[in-house]
Structure formats: structure tokens, C-alpha cells
């Protein structure tokens, strides 16, 4: 286990006025197909956790969102089997722009208290109860 690679992931939990989250099933053809999640991606080397997520949201939501915006909520340490995931969850309840599935995912908008209704990755399953506490 200690020769895991370690991934860093940023996501974010969007949050519109009526306290729901946004969460995007991934497409057909990625790993983890048809499992929801809470959009983001991958750091890029030398990209900070911000702007990745920046950029993530822009590349996959076409949303604009200012750094600001972006609160640190907690984050997920799960060993899958062929690497080690980090991934700090923000979260984000001011953007610019209309919320658009722009990479063929599914998306909707789910209170805090449903989100186990949707199946999840392994390390996207402990964020739920921050986000319940958060917003019910």
C-alpha cells in the first residue's frame, strides 16, 4: 500500500438558493460510469486547488466562479486500489452563468438529506453527513 500514488481531486458542492447541491452522474466510457458525484477533476501540476476547481467548473458546468467564493468545507482520504485519492470538497453558492451539462454528464439537484439515494464513489460517501450538517 505505501507505493499507492497519491491523486489530488478537488470538488465542489454547489448550492442554489433552495439549499440543494448539484451533483453530475458520470458519463458512459469514464471510470465509475453512472455513479454521481460532485463536479470537479484533477489538480493540473503546479495549479492550486482553487484554480483547478475554477477551471473544472468552467470546463464541465460552463459556470464562472471567483475564488472568494469558494468556501473549504472538508475533504475525503480513501485508498482505491490502484491509487490514493485526496479530495478537498468546497463549496460554492455564488457563480456567473447558467449550471450546463457540458461534457454529456446527467445532472441534478438534490437536497443535502437525499444524496444517499444516489450511488456515489466510495470517497465521495463520507461528505454527505458535512453537507447535511451544513444545509438541514
Not at 48 to 77: D, K, M, N, W, Y
Not at 79 to 90: I, Q, S, V
Request: charged share 25%.
Amino acid at each position: 500500500m505505501a507505493d499507492l500514488k497519491l491523486t489530488l481531486v478537488v470538488a465542489c458542492a454547489l448550492v442554489d438558493a433552495d439549499k440543494r447541491v448539484l451533483i453530475a452522474q458520470r458519463p458512459e466510457g469514464k471510470t465509475l460510469a453512472g455513479l454521481w458525484e460532485f463536479p470537479g477533476g484533477k489538480c493540473e501540476p503546479g495549479e492550486r486547488p482553487e484554480q483547478s476547481l475554477i477551471r473544472e467548473l468552467h470546463e464541465e458546468l460552463g459556470i464562472t466562479v471567483a475564488e472568494p467564493c469558494l468556501a473549504p468545507l472538508t475533504f475525503a482520504s480513501y485508498g482505491y486500489e490502484t491509487f490514493h485519492l485526496l479530495m478537498p470538497l468546497y463549496i460554492c453558492r455564488r457563480w456567473e452563468g447558467q449550471v450546463t451539462p457540458r461534457e454529456g454528464q446527467t445532472l441534478a439537484w438534490v437536497r443535502a438529506n437525499k444524496l444517499r439515494d444516489y450511488p456515489m464513489p466510495p470517497a465521495d460517501i463520507p461528505l454527505i453527513p458535512h453537507l447535511i450538517d451544513l444545509l438541514m
